[in-house]
């Protein structure tokens, strides 16, 4: 889908613009234009690119791959951007996933291209079209509204992801199991996917913020800024989850080390209390004939009695030894 929006001079919004037709009305320099790209095979994106905005080729290539961590790139009359959008499942195999949004961003127009639809392009879209005043300052500040709705999402999105790790917390202590690991190194690898995009996503809006380019206006810069410092929030709070995350890890296999320990103590409590009961019964059990004078006596009722005493009383008088001993 191609979407085009376009301001001229007079404050007039229209969003019917022909393609043949901004070629020329970009030549005027008058007005502002946002052309959405999204979800267009490559053979009909790259000739508008080309075409119409005459970006270079390498900055082409590059928006039409959707391979690129953020980063920011001056072109001189343009600047090309690379933005991720988060969205986070934790029944998937991997959790976390990232969309890639490139943009263009000139001193009267903006392309953005979405090789998968983003929900925050079409919220900012609708947006703009019920409230023009976002168009009064300037591409460069639609731009950061851009910007800003879309790290304002990542916040609850990390939020939920620190409810799923204070979820797995409980159950190391509850239930450990196989499938809980699977689910503590799914959420490992997560978080290290989240650092990877919020430390270039952070060197990004630093160099808006604080670079020299032609596009963006000095006056709004102090607005990249602001995201900027949503960014270092927002990574020092991955920072801490990745942490807390290794240690839940290893209480996990602390869990498991000490459950396994109890399983041994108690099957060796087991085999200490039968060792004095397989003695007896296996004196007693050696397969002899007639016993002669005078160990026949040993074979009598009373003895048997006797025997069968010492069978109950052992394990309780061992029990009771152990449980001074404090092995219990």
């Known amino acids: 889908m191609i979407r085009t929006l376009y301001r001229n001079g007079n404050g007039k919004i229209r969003t019917d613009l022909p393609l043949e037709s901004v070629k020329d009305l970009l030549a005027l320099k008058s007005g502002t234009f946002w052309i959405d790209i999204s979800g267009e095979e490559v053979a009909v994106s790259e000739p508008i690119l080309r075409d119409i905005f005459d970006f270079h080729p390498l900055a082409i290539s590059d928006a039409l791959e959707e391979s690129h961590v953020p980063r920011v790139d001056d072109w001189g009359t343009y600047l090309y951007i690379v933005l991720h959008a988060l969205a986070f499942d934790q029944d998937q195999y991997e959790p976390l996933q990232t969309k890639e949004l490139d943009i263009f961003l000139g001193k009267n127009y903006l392309v953005t291209y979405q090789a998968r639809k983003l929900e925050v392009v079409d919220r900012v879209w609708n947006m703009v079209q019920r409230d023009e005043r976002f168009l009064d300052k300037g591409v460069d500040h639609l731009f950061y509204k851009l910007s800003d709705d879309l790290i304002a999402d990542y916040l609850p999105l990390v939020d939920r992801m620190d409810a799923v790790m204070d979820e797995i917390e409980d159950q190391v202590f509850d239930q450990p199991s196989q499938s809980l690991l699977e689910r503590i190194f799914r959420m490992k690898r997560s978080l290290m996917h989240l650092r990877r995009t919020l430390a270039p996503l952070r060197e990004v809006f630093n160099k808006l913020a604080r670079g020299d380019d032609q596009v963006i206006d000095k006056g709004d ?96 008088i061992m029990f009771w030894w152990m449980r001074r001993r404090k092995w219990m």
Do not use: Q
């Open 221 to 316: 810069r102090v607005f990249f800024r602001d995201i900027y410092d949503h960014l270092v929030r927002l990574y020092d709070i991955s920072e801490s989850l990745r942490d807390l995350m290794g240690s839940v890890l290893d209480t996990y296999l602390s869990a498991i080390n000490n459950r396994m320990n109890e399983v041994m103590k108690t099957l060796t409590i087991i085999t200490t209390l039968f060792m004095p009961l397989s003695f007896v019964v296996g004196f007693f059990g050696m397969n002899f004939f007639i016993p002669p004078e005078p160990i026949g006596t040993l074979v009598t009722r009373p003895v048997f009695v006797w025997v069968l005493v010492a069978i109950v009383i052992l394990p309780l």
